[in-house]
RNA sequence: UGCCUGAUGGUGUAAUGGUAGCACAGGUGACUUUGACUCACCCAGUCAUGGUUCGAAUCCAUGUCGGGCAGCCA
């Protein structure tokens, strides 16, 4: 990695990133083997993208922003008994989040409603399926682009998948087994056990041909019969014993409805799909590093007219205190621990948004994790250092009371309201300021007083002094409680003369709290998100739902400094000393904000309890 | 007990036979109208054992430990 900061716009300059998969790709263009880098993120639509996926689409996007390249979005989408519509949706929307403004310029997209046409290379008949160059902008999301283009996806292969099927047969590599689904599992043997041979693999390939026409013609029920590859049932590997290609499945498909009900596997199809797209570079985790051999054979079975794509394996990211698996994700969703994918707590791509993550905060952490083959856990301090590294220099200062204590300056008259410039952003270049109203009663925060003060407390504490930020030192003169013992109100002195301007401006106590005025303030929600796992590693013993953080949100109903009241979804704020908030892009309403807390500043203190 | 794959500070990575570097975390201090930011300093590593070489994190051998592979999922 190199020590310039990592390039996440669209403007800046190429990053000099290094990883053994870009070395692959540099070579491969220094050698001049292929005219254009293409690469292609394809996930299956059957739940919503995750940070590992980001991780992903960063890699592929980033080397084809690299290399003058592009990469194609294709729905991986050969098993509709998993997947839907909602999904395609989802991560579209994710997808054009994502890379907008940084990689768009590479987007590949085909043309609505096209297929691989057909055509003659090299004397051979042969399938293509170009990208379009769509609109610049998001293209995904407005329904004027989606008519000028739209994501790839494997259920539009469908007819020439099959032809290769049926060519396959042709030439003596596939054939139709009648085994059960029990009975092929049987026969496939173990990793340290050969397999051994179908009793249908030598049928003739005029019967073979008559019945997969027939399977494709609705003949059999599902299970019945599969198409497999005729290869070697005693390989080591697993994945060579005959694999199926094609299977029975009586199932509408989100796409292609009721046309077919013999859909292709994932081997069959992936290496097909990206041979159809020209792809270069097809790029995947490690568990599917035993299915490169196959990948590679059927590719050579079909002797194919045009370059073939190759595959490579990098390992996917796992982050601490986080799980990242779509399936075990769907289960929080689905047995209510979180309110729905886009939970503000989930790891997924829209959670994430929620929360108030930018999506250059998120690219700037997954690529600076870097590409390897090692099977790692990331610190979660990262990822959070990375989110703060980016809102830092953009977020809008304001003052927030989260659990607000009532002070009232008995020194200043009721209706009386001194105006204060609080700067809007100390890391811009020439800050600009607001005024916030200073009135005799005021809210400070619950955790920035303490009666009994712990070693080497700074804030507020009976008798002591500490600074109302923008405002004046105070000093505390009394602590009113309630007939329940509770404190009801602090009673304190303002010294007027340390406000800016006076003439005690430079006078330095070692507290600094946030505050806002009791007259001049809004309410508003404001959800306080925690880590959902209480644990590391929450599937180290595969229970993760055991290990699920009961305190992982905590809602409260804050005061917020009038200005607030004016906020957008799409601006990023620091609530002064507390940490990085934005409004809720779903739940919040004019007159009704909603706010979410993205992270926490980092706090150096730690007190001792 | 088969095959594939990997191992560099606490964590994530860089160094492609030639000075083991960066980031995060942690620690100490400076600064501070955010206990933030920033700055300075500190901390701490090549899985083990052999071999090749003038020279090995890098090449070779053996071992150890980790991950993956037996869906008609992707």
Redesign the pocket.
């Given at each position: 990695?190199s020590?310039e900061p990592i390039d996440t716009s669209a403007t800046a300059a190429t990053p000099s990133l290094?990883?053994?998969i870009r070395?692959i790709v540099a070579h491969d263009v220094a050698e001049k083997r292929y005219a254009k880098i293409v690469t292609r993120f394809?996930p299956?639509p059957?739940g919503y993208l995750h940070i590992g996926h980001a991780k992903s689409i960063c890699l592929n996007f980033g080397i084809a922003r690299e290399n003058d390249g592009r990469c194609n979005l294709r729905f991986?989408d050969?098993?509709p008994?998993?997947e839907d519509l909602e999904y395609v949706d989802a991560i579209t929307t994710d997808v054009n989040w994502l890379i907008a403004g940084w990689a768009d310029q590479c987007l590949g997209l085909k043309a609505p409603g096209s297929t691989p046409a057909a055509l003659t290379t090299n004397g051979k008949t042969d399938f293509h399926l170009d990208a379009v160059q769509p609109a610049a902008g998001n293209v995904l999301l407005s329904t004027e682009s989606a008519r000028r283009a739209e994501p790839f996806s494997a259920s539009s292969y469908f007819d020439q998948l099959y032809l290769y099927a049926v060519e396959l047969i042709k030439r003596g590599k596939a054939f139709v087994?009648d085994?059960?689904?029990a009975d092929?599992?049987a026969y496939?043997?173990?990793?340290?056990r050969p397999g051994k041979d179908s009793p249908f693999r030598e049928r003739s390939i005029a019967e073979n041909l008559d019945l997969f026409e027939r399977m494709k013609g609705r003949e059999f029920p599902?299970?019945?019969?599969?198409l497999r590859a005729k290869i070697d049932n005693t390989s080591?590997?697993?994945?060579l014993r005959d694999?199926?290609l094609y299977?029975?499945?009586h199932t509408a498909h989100h796409h292609t409805g009721d046309t077919w009900c013999i859909?292709?596997?994932?081997?069959f199809?992936?290496c097909l799909s990206d041979y159809l797209e020209g792809i270069t570079h097809s790029i995947c985790t490690?568990?599917?590093?035993?299915?490169r051999a196959l990948y590679d054979w059927t590719l050579a079975s079909l002797d194919l007219p045009r370059a073939v794509p190759h595959q490579y394996e990098f390992?996917k990211l796992n982050l601490?205190y986080t799980i990242v698996s779509k399936r075990k994700l769907l289960q929080l969703v689905q047995d209510k621990f979180v309110t729905g994918w886009d939970d503000p707590r989930m790891p997924t791509i829209s959670g994430l948004r929620r929360r108030g993550i930018p999506a250059s905060a998120l690219r700037r952490f997954v690529i600076?994790?870097?590409?390897?083959?090692?099977?790692?856990?990331?610190?979660v301090?990262?990822f959070?250092?990375a989110v703060?590294?980016e809102l830092?220099p953009t977020a809008l200062?304001r003052l927030a009371v989260l659990k607000p204590i009532k002070l009232t300056l008995t020194n200043i008259a009721p209706g009386e309201v001194l105006e204060c410039d609080a700067t809007n952003?100390?890391?811009d270049e020439a800050p600009t300021t607001r005024k916030v109203a200073l009135t005799r009663e005021v809210y400070i925060d619950h955790d920035d007083f303490a009666e009994v003060p712990p070693p080497?407390?700074?804030?507020l504490k009976p008798g002591g002094e500490v600074?109302l930020?923008?405002?004046?030192i105070i000093t505390c003169d009394e602590v009113v409680k309630d007939a329940a013992g509770l404190i009801s109100e602090l009673r304190c002195t303002a010294d007027l003369t340390?406000?800016?301007g006076g003439p005690n401006?430079?006078r330095?106590v070692k507290?600094?709290?946030?505050w806002v005025s009791a007259s001049h303030c809004i309410e508003a929600e404001v959800r306080l998100y925690d880590r959902l796992f209480t644990i590391p590693e929450p599937d180290a013993d595969g229970e993760f739902k055991k290990h699920v953080n009961p305190h992982s949100l905590e809602v409260v109903t804050a005061k917020l400094e009038a200005s607030l009241a004016g906020a957008t979804a799409d601006q990023r704020y620091?609530f002064?000393?507390l940490g990085y908030f934005a409004l809720d892009s779903k739940d919040s309403a004019a007159g009704r904000l909603i706010f979410n807390r993205t992270i926490t500043?980092?706090?150096?203190?730690v007190p001792k309890k």
């Open positions: 990695m020590v290094s990883d053994f070395s394809p299956e059957n991986d050969t098993n008994a998993k087994c085994l059960s689904p092929t599992e496939r043997g173990a990793p340290d599902d299970g019945a019969r599969s080591s590997n697993m994945w694999p199926l299977r029975i499945r859909y292709p596997l994932y081997d199809a992936h490690l568990e599917f590093d035993a299915h390992a601490g600076g994790v870097g590409v390897t083959k090692f099977d790692s856990v990331t610190d301090a990262v959070d250092h703060r590294e830092n200062r952003n100390p890391q080497k407390y700074f804030r600074r930020k923008y405002a004046c340390t406000r800016s401006v430079d330095k507290g600094t709290v946030h620091q002064e000393r500043l980092k706090d150096a203190w």
